[in-house]
């Protein structure tokens, strides 16, 4: 991929609406190297993995995190592949870290949803140059569980209180705002979806507000996800019970994410693969 691909109107997308949907950007090689990695994953998962839709509903929806220090196709997709560069693009930052890479994978006629949310709460990090990505792997239709997005929510200057996908609370909300009935006001928002093919992807700032409904299809939905912080991005640690890194980063909160941290690796610039 050349940077070029990615226009100053797609920046300005990204900027203003705080999500934009960029095409055909990981070729097939790419598409099955992350397919592949996904089914070992899959049949084998690790002790992250977890089951997201409820015991005893219909189909299935899963989740598994730090795979890029489980499994080789993982971690090659995240350090070879144009992750990096897009987000460095997008954000116009001139370094981007992985903070982590996570596979969803909603299968046919699963109807759980994942519920209005944005991704900040949710991670160790802050700073205006932060942004999460959607790998499409599959045809995403609205039948099938494309997510919906609130155009310029990352604008709101609010913060939502996180909610566990698989039902209950959190300990503590750290004293954030519920998150308002979005859908007994859709007219009120500007809500966009994006139908996407294997290979397009999504790249969000991690306050933009979304959500994606239950698969209705015949058609598996997976994708690979990325959360990613760039120049001004610093550590932060979040309430008992909200997600951690895999390992103590041996960061202090306030901390500036530092340059090819062992368990934030730089992958823009892009480092030389070794074998």
């Known amino acids: 991929m050349d940077a070029a691909c990615i226009s100053a109107e797609d920046v300005a997308a990204y900027e203003r609406d705080g999500v934009v949907c960029l095409r055909g950007l990981f070729d097939r090689g790419w598409v099955e190297c992350a397919r592949r990695a996904m089914d070992r994953i899959i049949a084998d998962p690790t002790e992250e993995g977890l089951l997201i839709n409820p015991q005893g509903t219909a189909g299935r929806f899963e989740r598994d995190l730090f795979l890029w220090m489980a499994d080789d196709g993982f971690r090659d997709l995240a350090l070879q592949s144009p992750v990096g560069e897009i987000a460095a693009a997008c954000m116009q930052s001139r370094r981007v870290n992985?903070?982590?890479?996570?596979?969803?994978?909603?299968?046919?006629?699963?109807?759980?949803?994942?519920?209005?949310?944005?991704?900040?709460?949710?991670?160790?990090?802050?700073?205006?140059?932060?942004?999460?990505?959607?790998?499409?792997?599959?045809?995403?239709?609205?039948?099938?569980?494309?997510?919906?997005?609130?155009?310029?929510?990352?604008?709101?200057g609010r913060r939502f209180a996180p909610r566990p996908f698989e039902g209950g609370a959190y300990e503590v909300d750290d004293g954030l705002e519920p998150m308002p009935d979005i859908d007994a006001d859709r007219d009120s928002y500007d809500i966009v979806r994006f139908e996407t093919e294997p290979g397009d992807c999504i790249v969000n700032h991690l306050l933009t507000v979304h959500w994606a409904p239950g698969n209705h299809s015949d058609r598996r939905r997976r994708a690979v996800v990325y959360r990613l912080a760039g120049d001004d991005a610093v550590y932060v640690e979040r309430g008992p019970g909200r997600p951690k890194p895999k390992y103590d980063p041996g960061l202090m909160p306030g901390e500036p994410i530092p340059d090819d941290h062992a368990q934030f690796p730089t992958i823009w610039p892009r480092r030389e693969a070794t074998s």
């Not at 046919?108 to 999460?132: F, K, M, R």
């Open 98 to 156: 992985l903070l982590l890479d996570m596979m969803l994978t909603k299968e046919p006629h699963t109807p759980t949803i994942s519920p209005w949310h944005h991704d900040l709460p949710y991670n160790w990090v802050e700073g205006a140059q932060v942004c999460g990505m959607w790998l499409s792997l599959d045809h995403a239709t609205a039948e099938s569980g494309a997510a919906e997005w609130i155009r310029g929510s990352h604008r709101w």
